[in-house]
């Protein structure tokens, strides 16, 4: 069993609770905690506990921990209201009420992180799916967890389009400090999620099931939707999902092997990811994803949980 702490931004972009979600319907996973990042946090920390809440009573108290809402970014912030630290995340209205749910970790999620990791066994392996703010403070404020974090699995960073990937562009200098700290990390890419997408069949069959966590799934999906009016055929892309399912099944994709830059310099690269190939190097990037088998492999486990 592979313990973990989940680093999320969950709340706004569906597929953070569905990789939290397939968390719990996984038992290779042990989830030790969760940490939220970017705007909202608190928020966010909500939402992730009434999933948690929903599947069931041996998750209802992992703790999870309120991070940085803002960011180590440089630059003035170009991605709009999502960065206000008021702003509610868009699946905040099916959050059960707070009197319902396991208090929340009175620690920073940033010491959160510190504390667990510096008590672990060299063991936990956290996993980022948001803006890696919390993740890159603890390495700058704890230097030492370095050598007590096995690998980083990391959704950051696109190398097939010129773009700057949300999670990186949300705060590009911590993502160079993660990338660049050294440990192992293995990286699920903006492109995978743009293959392994759900399509209205998807959808279908979690609504039509009678558990509680995918009912509770398809309803932060709904919300989501709402959200997107002018994009009604608008459809969940399994960005985050895949970097859970790769770490139980890592043959859902193919990898390449290298190191992976961050561009801080740039006035209209800022953000962006490069790659660079080479065998001895501490990245490990998903090039390509097996779109059916990954699709089943998500809803097989939510659909059984």
Not at 34 to 48: I, K, L, P
Not at 89 to 98: A, G, M, R, V, Y
Not at 165 to 192: K, Y
């Amino acid at each position: 069993m592979t313990k973990i702490i989940l680093d999320t931004d969950i709340g706004d972009d569906i597929d953070d609770a569905l990789a939290l979600g397939l968390i719990c319907a996984s038992p290779e996973l042990q989830l030790v905690g969760v940490t939220t990042v970017f705007g909202n946090v608190s928020a966010r920390a909500r939402q992730a506990r009434t999933v948690l809440k929903v599947a069931g009573d041996r998750f209802a108290a992992i703790p999870v921990a309120a991070g940085c809402g803002a960011t180590m970014a440089s630059r003035p912030n170009r991605i709009g209201r999502a960065y206000r630290e008021d702003a509610l995340p868009n699946q905040d209205s099916t959050c059960l009420p707070e009197e319902q749910l396991f208090p929340l970790d009175p620690r920073h999620a940033v010491n959160f992180l510190i504390d667990t990791i510096t008590a672990g066994d060299g063991d936990i392996v956290p996993i980022t799916i948001g803006a890696m703010t919390n993740l890159a403070t603890a390495l700058v404020m704890e230097r030492r967890i370095t050598k007590k974090i096995p690998k980083i699995v990391a959704m950051a960073a696109e190398f097939k389009r010129p773009m700057a990937e949300w999670n990186v562009l949300c705060d590009p200098e911590a993502a160079h400090i993660v990338f660049s700290s050294g440990i192992p990390m293995e990286i699920i890419t903006f492109d995978i999620g743009k293959i392994v997408m759900f399509d209205r069949s998807h959808i279908d069959q979690l609504n039509r099931s009678p558990r509680p966590l995918a009912s509770r799934l398809a309803a932060a999906i709904g919300a989501w939707k709402q959200a997107h009016p002018h994009d009604p055929g608008m459809m969940p892309s399994l960005y985050d999902p895949m970097a859970v399912a790769t770490l139980i099944q890592p043959d859902l994709c193919t990898w390449k092997t290298g190191t992976v830059s961050v561009e801080l310099a740039g006035s209209h690269t800022y953000g962006f990811t490069t790659f660079s190939q080479s065998e001895r190097a501490p990245h490990l990037v998903a090039w390509d994803a097996n779109r059916d088998a990954s699709l089943d492999f998500y809803l097989k486990r939510i659909l059984a949980f």
